[in-house]
């Protein structure tokens, strides 16, 4: 198939959510497909990492986009439009340009939209066009009203309306919507129009890490992403104090990049908040214990998804379980829905040898195999084109 691949963020490194979905279902499909990618750059750190992209695709343009121009300019033009601000902050007219000129001149078989944002760069006309949306976004801007007082709750009441009827849109006019698990097409997927294409993990990398050594516990992730941001201020602050109290000399690493100032004010004796590092590898390796007390969660937690991975043990909130088949892995994973438990079950991990058995990852790879779940989804696709040319 020639394909045209359209993200909203550079899919390189691979080293946060959608980041790292979309750079696998691109290294699978240009193993046999002709792709031609398309992206948009948010950070110009990111502007770096490019050319590395080269040896994942035949061709692509990117262009840069400047988050506070975009930020201000959207949240202007939400006065006098009911367009979601999500399509407005990454909407680029230099891509628009270039996406227009390349279906003019190239013939594709098939058009992947990486998340909702973009589906505004490929016209209605096209088809088959299919959208990974990832997570249903409209609940994501719920659960952050949820947590906000105003005047942010107002603008994300607003934007979840605006984006559900969005996605609505979308799934009347887009061959197949893809989301990450069967809990996100329940919340919207009324008349089951939604196909679910797993994550996985990659389990070379995240090799069997566990040494069962020292008394860490770690936590990693992008540290000024909101739900990230909200369990670390959470957990130092209903949690945290009960384990230091048993265990004076445990250490808290706060593993990930730009944290924002309230995770930087965390630091002391006993949080080390490291910013971003070289390779989370090494602090999970070094860990007792791992966490994941998240309570504003949508999709799959790629963080559970590696700390299981590395045969960690790990503590987790009920959100941060949610999308994850724990059948059969329940060895070592304890899942706690407040902060009492959350605490008592820290310390008693503390406390303990914890083995994991040998069998815990040979199951888990076999439910999570990056290889596995998109060979099924490139299936599909095989399918949609087929059935598109009859």
Known sequence: ????????????????????????????????????????????????????LNDYCNKMVFTFISTFYNKCKALLMSLFSQKPLTLRFFYSKTLQQRVHQILTEEQFDLVIASCSSVAQYIPQSFKPKVMDLIDIDSDKWLQYAQFTSFPKRKIYQQEAKRMAKYEKHLLDTWERCYVISPQEA??????????????GVDLDYFDNLYENRGCDIVFVGTMNYFPNVDAMIYFCNEIWPYVVKKHPKVKLYIVGR?????????????????????????YLQKAKLAIAPIRIARGVQNKVLEYIACGLPCVISPQAAEGIDLSNLDSGIWIENNATTFAQRINSCLEENIEIPTTRREIFAQKYSWETHLANWEKDLLEIVAESKS
């Open 1 to 52: 198939m020639k394909i045209l691949f359209i993200a909203h963020r550079i899919p390189f490194p691979p080293n946060k959510g959608e980041k790292i979905r979309t750079f696998h279902q691109l290294r699978y499909l240009n193993n046999k497909h002709d792709v031609f990618l398309c992206f948009i750059v948010d950070d110009k750190r990111d502007l770096g990492y490019t050319a590395c």
């Open 186 to 199: 329940q919340i919207v997927d009324g008349e089951k129009r939604l196909h679910v294409l797993a994550n």
């Open 258 to 282: 730009d944290p924002s100032p309230c995770i930087s004010e965390l630091r002391s004796d006993n949080i080390i908040v490291t910013g971003a590092v070289e390779d989370i590898r090494l």
